[in-house]
């Protein structure tokens, strides 16, 4: 992930220039985690020591060490005051490796204390840190837009008024308004309209001859200026990528703002990504934590969304819940029956509704209602995510176990394949247990 040397000024841990303890940052693959700390100095040597000076952008390396044999830069009672402890460990770089990316290394598995960890004296000055890149405004949407009959801009189908979405790449600033006509053609209105998801163009023109879409005083009522301008397309473009346009940089009226009446329909929209129950459990509290209550606990749901980008766990609440749903809920989870429930209002033993507001655990299903012939809780209809519920509403169950003592998990009615960002995913109702951390 990165390395650097550092050192010790006053209480503060600062770059030392070409001089210094190995700091590096690796962390996992899907950036879920980074760690900061040492390199171990088993197995490693001049060969590498010179490499790793290299790899850092110096011409070589002039003498080396551990904390150990040398606390001038970082003492071992500083790393262990700021928790840096061994990071990489076992470095082994071939005879013959030029670069670091030829030599092995164990990451976070190692045995070393932090009197082993490395430190470098390098050959040259302290390279120069890469300048961060300019943020820039880049193109983030477009549609077509006009007024309807109580003067509101909305969509307008294929045709209306070219309103674009523009944003700096470091996500600082945002901008709507329009595109100017200053360079655009035939050409450019043709892949505007593909672009945009239509067959092509049937004509197009400025707010300035035509105002049956956005007039030039509503345009400035809602501040909607140029954000595009300059929009050429080459003779060979074949999408509006190819085109060349200066962003938030123009000399533009809003008069000259484009309209276009697109071929073909309206493009569908995407279709919003939905809700969907991925697992459920009873939980209880145990010493501050939150843990599998076997077969009687507070009803805890692990939803997602249908495209992976979001996930949620909460509660169930009571409104509309009855013995009926109580009975499959129980069967759901792989008991026989239920013996009794209510909410944790008249019934906090399991986890409490303060818990509950302390862990953030709100509701995601509301309005369980269970059809009298119901046989499954699939057939039950319910709202995820919306609710007008409080935590003193959420439901506790205490399920009956099968004759054996067992839960009595049924291997088929309890199990669903849900196609989650294109994987299939099979999943027992039963699944989500054992112990959340907050």
């Known amino acids: 992930m990165g390395a650097g040397l550092y050192r010790t000024e006053g209480e503060e841990i600062i770059p030392g220039g070409n001089a210094g303890v190995l700091l590096a940052v690796v962390g996992m693959t899907d950036d879920s985690q980074d760690s900061m700390g040492t390199l171990c100095d088993d197995h490693f040597n001049n060969h590498s020591a010179g490499i790793a000076c290299r790899s850092l952008g110096f011409d070589g390396v002039i003498q080396w060490g551990n904390v150990g044999n040398n606390e001038q830069y970082i003492s071992e009672s500083t790393l262990r005051q700021h928790d840096l402890y061994t990071v990489m460990d076992n470095m082994r770089c071939p005879d013959a490796s030029n670069e670091i990316s030829e030599c092995e290394v164990d990451l976070m598995d190692h045995n070393c204390s932090p009197y082993e960890s490395v430190w470098l004296e390098c050959v040259g000055s302290s390279p120069e840190p890469e300048p961060e890149p300019e943020p820039e405004w880049q193109f983030m949407g477009a549609a077509l837009f006009h007024t309807d009959d109580s003067g509101e801009i909305v969509p307008g189908g294929n045709a209306g008024v070219v309103l674009i979405h523009v944003a700096m790449s470091d996500g600082s600033e945002e901008a709507f308004g329009t595109l100017c006509d200053d360079n655009f053609d035939d050409r450019s209105a043709g892949i505007a309209c593909r672009s945009l998801g239509f ?41 509006v990528t190819d085109c060349e346009a200066d962003l938030m940089d123009h000399d533009c009226s809003h008069y000259e703002s484009v309209w276009l009446e697109c071929e073909g329909s309206s493009p569908e929209p995407e279709p919003e990504p939905e809700w969907q129950f991925m697992g459920a459990g009873l939980y209880r509290t145990d010493d501050g934590e939150i843990v599998e209550g076997r077969n009687a606990g507070v009803v805890l749901v692990h939803l997602a969304t249908s495209d992976g980008t979001q996930v949620v766990s909460g509660t169930l609440c009571d409104d509309g819940f009855d013995d009926h749903a109580a009975r499959l809920a129980c069967q759901s989870i792989g008991y026989d029956d239920v013996r009794e429930w209510g909410n944790v209002e008249r019934n906090g033993d399991y986890i409490s509704w303060e818990d509950l507001v302390h862990y953030g655990l709100e509701t995601v299903v509301d309005e369980l209602s269970c059809p009298a012939d119901a046989a499954h809780i699939s057939s039950c209809s319910s709202q995820l995510i919306q609710h007008d519920c409080y935590e003193g509403e959420s439901v506790w169950l205490d399920c009956a176990e099968g004759e054996d003592g067992e839960d009595g998990e049924n291997e088929e009615g309890n199990f669903f394949e849900l196609d989650f960002k294109g994987v299939k995913v099979g999943l027992k109702l039963g699944d989500f247990r054992g112990r959340i951390r907050f």
């Not at 023109?205 to 595009?228: A, F, K, M, P």
């Open 199 to 239: 067959d092509g163009v049937i004509q197009w023109g400025n707010v300035g001859n035509n105002e049956q879409y956005i007039s030039t005083n509503l345009l400035r009522e809602y501040n909607l200026d140029t954000v595009v301008d300059q929009m050429s397309c080459p003779a060979d473009a074949r999408n």
